[in-house]
C-alpha cells in the first residue's frame, strides 16, 4: 500500500512529509537546545563550554544513527516505489543490526578519545570537568542515543511521518521534565542533563522498534524476520554516508571553532558560541527537516521513474528553505537580546559576545538550508557520490577560511569563517546541481530564474 496517491497534489504530498518532519527534526533539536537553557541559568557560562566542547565527542553516535536511518530510509523508500516488499524488510532489519554493530565500535572509540578530543579544544579547568561529566554518562546507553536518531526517520519512511513526529515528542517532554529535576531541583550539573537525555532516548528506542511489530506498520516484522544483508547493508552505509560526513563536519566545525575561540577570545566566547550554535540549530533542524521531508517523496517517484514531480517536490523545498532562513536571519537581527536571554542567567559579557556572534556568525545561514537540501537530493535519487562531494567539500573548504581569517581579523574572523565559506561552496554546487537536473530529465526546459518563483498546487496524475 502507498500514500503517494493519484488524486493528492505535489503540494500537499510535500506538505504532508514535510510538516511532521519538521516537527521531528525540531523537537528532537530540543533534547540539546532544553540542555543548553537549563545549564545556562543553574550553572553558566562555564557549563554551556562544557556542554558545547563534549558535542564533537558525543556527536559521534548521532552521526551514525543519521547515517543509518538516511541511508537504510532511502533504500527502504526505493524498493516500495519498486513495489518489493520483502527487500524493504531486509533493509530495514539490516538497519537494525547496523545499529547495534556500528554503536558498539563507536562507544569505544568515544572512551579511548574523548579526553584528547576536549584538550585539542583547549579544555581546561571547570569547562573540562563539566564535558567529561556530560560524556562519560551518555556512554552507557550510547546505543540508544543512535537509535533515538535513526528511527524516527526509518519509521517515517514507512508511511507514518505522524509517528515519527510522536515519539520525539515524548522523548522531548520526558527530556525537559527530568532536566528539570535532574538539574534544577538535584543539582546533579552536566551528569543530570545527560542522565535526562539518556532515558528519554532509550524510551523513543524501544517505542520505535515495537512499532515495527505492530500492525501500525507496512511492514509489520516477525522475529524471525529480524534478518542481515551484506548487500543492504552496503547500499545503506553508501546512500547514508554522506550524511555521515555531514553530521561530523558538524562535530568537526564545532570542535575547530571552540579551540580557536579559547585561543582568541575565553571560556566566555565558547559559551556565546554555543548559545549561538543553539539559536542556529532551531533554523538548520527546520531545514533538515524539510529535506528529510522530501526525501520519501523524491526517492518514490524516483523509483517509480516520474521525474516530472521528483522537480517539483525538490523544488518546493528549495524555496521554503531559503525563505525560513532569510526569516530568522531577520528576526535574531530584530531581536537579539530576547532570543539571548533565554540561555543566561543575566552574565552582561556573555549576552554582548553573543549578539556579535548572531550579528557575524548566521548572516547567511540559510546556505546551509540549501546546502543540506541538495546533499539530501542526491542521496535521494541514488546518487551517494554526488552527495558525499558536497559533505567532503563543506568541510575541506571552512579550513583556509578558519586558518586565515582568525590571523587578520582576531576573534571576528572566527565568528565569520563559516559564512563566508558557505558563500564560497554555494558557487561551486549550484552548477553542478542544475546539470544533474537537466541530465537526468527531471526538469523541464525553463530558465534557472524561476526555481524559486512560487509553486501552485499541480494534481498528480
Not at 537580546?337 to 553573543?354: C, H, K, Y
Not at 544533474?436 to 526546459?445: A, F, V
Request: with cysteine; hydrophobic share 55%.
Amino acid at each position: 500500500m502507498t500514500t503517494f496517491h493519484a488524486d493528492s497534489s505535489i503540494t500537499r504530498t510535500f506538505w504532508r512529509y514535510a510538516i511532521p518532519s519538521i516537527a521531528a527534526m525540531v523537537v528532537s533539536g530540543l533534547y540539546q537546545i532544553i540542555d543548553g537553557i537549563f545549564v545556562g541559568h543553574y550553572i553558566g557560562f562555564e557549563g554551556l563550554a562544557g556542554i558545547n566542547m563534549a558535542w564533537p565527542a558525543i556527536c559521534i553516535l548521532g552521526a551514525l544513527g543519521v547515517m543509518i536511518g538516511m541511508g537504510t530510509g532511502s533504500v527502504m523508500s526505493i524498493y516500495r516505489g519498486e513495489n518489493k516488499l520483502e527487500k524493504t524488510k531486509v533493509a530495514l532489519t539490516t538497519g537494525f543490526w547496523l545499529l547495534a554493530i556500528l554503536s558498539l565500535v563507536a562507544i569505544v572509540c568515544i572512551v579511548l578519545l574523548s579526553e584528547n578530543i576536549l584538550h585539542a579544544q583547549g579544555a581546561e579547568g571547570k569547562n573540562f570537568d563539566f564535558a567529561m561529566d556530560y560524556i562519560n554518562v551518555l556512554m552507557f546507553g550510547g546505543f540508544f542515543t543512535a537509535c533515538a536518531t535513526a528511527l524516527p526517520m526509518l519509521v517515517r519512511n514507512d508511511e507514518s511521518p505522524n509517528v515519527a513526529t510522536f515519539l520525539l515528542v515524548v522523548g522531548a517532554l520526558i527530556n525537559i521534565v527530568l532536566d528539570y529535576l535532574f538539574i534544577g531541583v538535584m543539582g546533579l550539573g552536566l551528569s543530570g542533563a545527560a542522565l535526562a537525555t539518556l532515558i528519554a532516548q532509550a524510551v523513543v528506542t524501544v517505542l520505535g522498534i515495537h512499532y515495527f511489530f505492530t500492525k501500525r506498520s507496512s511492514i509489520q516484522l516477525s522475529l524471525n524476520e529480524v534478518l542481515f544483508s551484506r548487500n543492504k547493508a552496503k547500499q545503506s552505509l553508501t546512500l547514508g554516508s554522506s550524511a555521515l560526513v555531514m553530521y561530523m563536519y558538524g562535530s568537526f566545525v564545532v570542535a575547530m571553532h571552540n579551540a580557536l575561540m579559547m585561543h582568541y577570545g575565553s571560556a566566555t566566547t565558547v559559551g556565546a558560541y554555543a548559545i549561538v550554535g543553539y539559536l542556529f540549530m532551531l533554523y538548520y533542524l527546520l531545514a533538515q527537516g524539510i529535506a528529510e521531508g522530501a526525501q520519501p517523496p523524491i526517492s518514490y517517484y524516483f523509483g517509480a521513474k516520474e521525474n516530472k514531480k521528483v522537480y517539483q517536490i525538490f523544488k518546493l523545498a528549495l524555496k521554503w528553505v531559503t525563505i525560513t532562513g532569510i526569516g530568522w536571519v531577520a528576526i535574531l537581527n530584530i531581536s537579539p537580546e530576547l532570543t539571548t536571554a533565554l540561555f543566561t542567567n543575566g552574565d552582561q559579557s556573555l549576552i554582548a559576545e553573543t549578539i556579535v556572534g548572531i550579528r557575524y556568525h548566521l548572516f547567511a545561514m540559510f546556505l546551509d538550508g540549501i546546502i543540506v537540501l541538495v546533499t539530501i537530493y542526491f542521496l535521494s535519487v541514488n546518487e551517494g557520490k554526488k552527495a558525499m562531494v558536497i559533505s567532503i567539500s563543506n568541510i575541506i573548504i571552512q579550513l583556509p577560511f578558519l586558518l586565515i581569517l582568525p590571523k587578520w581579523l582576531g576573534i571576528d574572523g572566527v565568528w565569520l569563517a563559516m559564512p563566508i565559506s558557505n558563500i564560497a561552496l554555494i558557487v561551486c554546487i549550484t552548477p553542478m546541481v542544475w546539470n544533474h537536473l537537466k541530465s537526468q530529465k527531471i526538469i523541464p526546459e525553463i530558465p534557472l530564474a524561476s526555481v524559486l518563483q512560487p509553486q501552485n498546487s499541480i494534481s498528480m496524475k
